[in-house]
């Protein structure tokens, strides 16, 4: 069963447009929705995360948007550059002493043409 | 500091044979944990570890041991490889407790199996 389930499986947007992936969770208990950014060959690392006592967040170009009686939340980056081609992976988590069972979403391949 | 480091980058063993993956962290983590990575499946919990001596099963830990004797290394063991194993593994680190939400990727191991 996936809790978290992320869309679209892939994106293409030209340069300078704005890039949105959207994703859905079903445990109301989760508390935790970090967004990790994956290039080829190498590990997730964090980007931008969010908890539900706020409805947006945003860092630089990198915004997270958050409806909590919709249980969906989305990633938005704007003035898209051709090195934010990566695949994007939404996640989920409760935090009773940390996070540490992450539950991931499939991931988005986001290419970015000029 | 060198992060979260993996070993072996690649590994091609046949089907039965033993294998351990190697993870060790330098940022005196409590928390670390091993992930799978497969097409359209995201990444998925195989075991985690909250801090040496401590172990636990995450969603997909059939076929896979693990055993945290220091804070530093936790390696994960294929006791008789099967196909189904073929993936990419991640292993992954943090601090413990309310607000280490960041998790520590390494570079990851890519298993096949034939």
């Known amino acids: 069963q996936q809790q978290v389930k992320q869309s679209p499986q892939s994106l293409i947007v030209q340069k300078g447009g704005i890039s949105i992936i959207n994703c859905a969770y079903e445990?109301?208990?989760?508390?935790?929705f970090p967004w990790y950014q994956q290039f080829p060959g190498k590990g997730p690392a964090l980007l931008i995360a969010?908890?539900?006592?706020?409805s947006e967040k945003k860092e630089g170009r990198f915004t997270i948007s958050f409806n909590k009686s919709a249980k969906q939340f989305s990633l938005h980056i704007m003035d898209s550059q051709p090195g934010d081609s990566a695949t994007y992976f939404c996640?989920?988590?409760?935090?009773?002493?940390?996070?540490?069972?992450?539950?991931f979403g499939t991931g988005t391949r986001l290419t970015i043409i000029p | 500091n060198a992060g979260v480091t993996q070993t072996p980058k690649f590994q091609v063993l046949k089907t039965g044979q033993s294998m351990t993956l190697q993870c060790a962290q330098d940022?005196?983590?409590?928390?670390m944990s091993w992930y799978r990575q497969d097409p359209g499946m995201g990444l998925r919990l195989i075991h985690y570890?909250?801090?040496?001596?401590?172990?636990d099963q995450g969603e997909v830990p059939n076929g896979y041991n693990v055993s945290r004797s220091t804070t530093e290394d936790f390696p994960l063991r294929l006791l008789s490889a099967a196909p189904s194993q073929t993936s990419v593994y991640f292993c992954?680190?943090?601090?413990?407790?309310?607000?280490?939400?960041?998790?520590?990727f390494g570079p990851g191991t890519r298993l096949l199996v034939l």
């Open positions: 992954a680190s943090s601090y413990y407790g309310q607000g280490s939400e960041t998790q520590y």
């Open positions: 996640a989920a988590s409760i935090s009773n002493f940390g996070n540490e069972k992450l539950t």
């Open positions: 570890s909250v801090g040496a001596g401590i172990t």
């Open positions: 940022m005196n983590h409590e928390y």
């Open positions: 969010i908890r539900p006592d706020v």
């Open positions: 445990n109301t208990a989760f508390d935790y």
